[in-house]
Structure formats: structure tokens, C-alpha cells
């Protein structure tokens, strides 16, 4: 069983940056790939980023590739989605995932255990 509990979302402006952070218990959590969601208002959940359970390998949406960097540190049970360049366009409740797999997984269905979101509002 994975707990997840995401923090670091807020109002920022257009061009602007947050860092979110995704904070994991047990003691397993090193051995998850983690996924970002995110998903806005009257729209489907969309896959944002992934990041295998090492942190070696890294894959992004292409709406967000160049802008946002995922990490890891599992010595914190913690992930992190550092976001850049932000866009009105980035406004959602964000959410990262645990995957017991090694794959790279797009889908929401593939993911095991959720955090309860935060709130990422973009003014323009």
C-alpha cells in the first residue's frame, strides 16, 4: 500500500514557475514508477509525465516537453514535477501515480495508487 500526498500548487502568473512535490509512504516507494496527471475543468484526465522507479529514464506530453522537469529522490520518498514557462493553458488539479510496473504507462487505468491532487491556476 502507497499513500501519496501532493503539495506545491497555488496561483501564479503567466511565464511563471511552481515546483510541485509528491510525498510517498512506505517503504517500497523506490521500487514505483511515478506518473503526473493532470486534469481541467470539463476535460479529461491527461498524462503529463512518468518517471521509472530510479529516476533514469524520464518521458513528457508533448505540451509540456521543454517546460516541465520530473524528479525523484527516493531517499525522501518524494517526487517532483518543477514547472516552467507556465501557461493558462496549465490550469488544473494535478496528480501524481504509482505504478508497481517498470513500463512506461500513459493511461490512468495502468496506475495503482493516487494522490488527492493540487490545485495549479495560471492567470494570464
Known amino acids: 500500500q502507497v499513500q501519496l500526498v501532493e503539495s506545491g500548487g497555488g496561483l501564479v502568473q503567466a511565464g511563471g514557475s511552481l515546483r510541485l512535490s509528491c510525498a510517498a509512504s512506505?517503504?517500497?516507494?523506490?521500487?514505483?514508477?511515478m506518473g503526473w496527471f493532470r486534469q481541467a475543468p470539463g476535460k479529461q484526465r491527461e498524462w503529463v509525465s512518468w518517471?521509472?522507479?530510479?529516476?533514469?529514464?524520464?518521458y513528457y506530453a508533448d505540451s509540456v516537453k521543454g517546460r516541465f522537469t520530473i524528479s525523484r529522490d527516493n531517499a525522501k520518498n518524494t517526487v517532483y514535477l518543477q514547472m516552467n514557462s507556465l501557461k493558462s493553458e496549465d490550469t488544473a488539479i494535478y496528480y501524481c501515480?504509482?505504478?508497481?510496473?517498470?513500463?512506461?504507462?500513459?493511461?490512468?487505468?495502468?496506475?495503482?495508487?493516487w494522490g488527492q491532487g493540487t490545485q495549479v491556476s495560471v492567470s494570464s
Open positions: 518517471i521509472s522507479s530510479t529516476g533514469g529514464r524520464t
Open positions: 512506505g517503504r517500497t516507494f523506490s521500487s514505483y514508477a
Open positions: 501515480a504509482a505504478d508497481r510496473t517498470s513500463w512506461l504507462h500513459t493511461s490512468s487505468h495502468d496506475y495503482d495508487y
